[in-house]
């Protein structure tokens, strides 16, 4: 298929494709070995869902997204259970201004998924877009609890400590993970995102006499 016309591709055309390429090039069945790759004379596969993702991935960046969002539903439906399918979803819809949508398409992967902490993070990142921040707490506090091993589930659950106003409980989240300096001066930013001058102050104060 010439470059071309696959950038001008609409979803029905895309999944017309999608469907030429996996069944109008296979060989004849009588010769074909289960045991053998495609390119080794074996039979042609369905994509794997992580090959559907990096498709919808490199879609995305290229500007498509119309079509990256239809082939990344493509792959939630039909691995409910593949995490990674929901994240670039949610991402891109998150993007896009639709983080409602966002929402539900994680809290719905979750059902499938209960244990995946990166679906919980990027929950947790919807609802700061949106401003619900005991919410976020949640999600955050849930991926760290799963995957204490990830520096990003503490550091923000520690923001959105911070963003709640529990600053003490920010900075202590954040050292955990960062330099002490480092740690009040996340908190002084978002102290001051607050309107809480008074609080940006201190906290920068002490970072300035700890060891940078």
């Not at 017309?16 to 053998?36: E, H, Q, Y």
């Not at 609080?199 to 060891?211: G, T, V």
């Amino acid at each position: 298929m010439p470059a071309s016309t696959a950038r001008i591709l609409g979803p029905a055309a895309l999944l017309a494709a999608f469907a030429w390429l996996l069944g109008g090039c296979a060989s004849d069945p009588s010769k074909l070995d289960p045991n053998r790759s495609y390119f080794e004379g074996g039979e042609l596969r369905d994509p794997e869902p992580t090959t559907i993702v990096l498709t919808g991935r490199v879609l995305k960046s290229q500007g498509r997204l119309e079509e990256a969002e239809y082939i990344l539903r493509r792959a939630v439906v039909e691995y409910p259970e593949f995490s990674p399918a929901y994240v670039e979803l949610a991402e891109l819809l998150l993007k896009d201004g639709r983080s409602t949508e966002a929402i539900v398409l994680l809290q719905n992967g979750l059902r499938d998924c209960p244990g995946d902490a990166m679906m919980h993070n990027d929950l947790g990142m919807c609802f700061v877009v949106t401003e619900d921040f005991d919410a976020a707490s949640a999600s955050f506090n849930r991926a760290r609890e799963l995957d204490r091993e990830d520096a990003a589930y503490t550091a923000n659950l520690a923001m959105v400590r911070a963003l709640q106003g529990r600053y003490d409980e920010a900075v202590l989240l954040y050292r955990e993970v960062i330099p002490a300096a480092e740690a009040h001066g996340n908190v002084a930013i978002l102290a001051e995102s607050r309107g809480d001058l008074e609080r940006a102050e201190s906290d920068r104060a002490i970072a300035a006499q700890l060891p940078q």
